[in-house]
Nanobody
Framework: QVQVVESGGGLVQPGGSLRLSCTAS????????IGWFRQGPGKEREGLSC????????YYTDVVKGRFTISGDNARTTVNLQMNNLKSWESAVYYC????????????????????WGQGTQVTVSS
């Protein structure tokens, strides 16, 4: 059974940084992608970034490009999301998810493309 677990959330001041980690287990494929998402109160789940652990390609949505960095290690099945210069409106529950059927190259940030999700970790950006 696939399990996905996030960690690293917390309280940070506007302009500050946090690093989230995602660990996935319970599968044997080397061809998979990990995506990071967030969902604020009353909002839809929003894709942020993803990484294909088979070819190493990454993708960032415009809202986080230049501020967030995704990195991963296939051997350890752990993916980190370094978030810098956080804004107050980015307070949300952050989720990671795994896709065991990624595209041939790279990855996508559409939540529908992901199979198993973590429980989420709260990020609060506030002074």
């Amino acid at each position: 059974q696939v399990q996905v677990v996030e960690s690293g959330g917390g309280l940070v001041q506007p302009g500050g940084s946090l690093r989230l980690s995602c660990t996935a287990s319970g599968f044997t494929s080397d061809n998979y992608a990990i995506g990071w998402f967030r969902q604020g109160p009353g909002k839809e789940r929003e894709g942020l970034s993803c990484i294909n652990l088979n070819d190493g390609r990454t993708y960032y949505t415009d809202v986080v490009k230049g501020r967030f960095t995704i990195s991963g290690d296939n051997a350890r099945t752990t993916v980190n999301l370094q978030m810098n210069n956080l804004k107050s409106w980015e307070s949300a529950v952050y989720y990671c998810a795994i896709s065991l059927t990624p595209p041939s190259y790279g990855c996508r940030t559409n939540p529908r493309g992901y199979d198993d999700w973590g429980q989420g970790t709260q990020v609060t950006v506030s002074s």
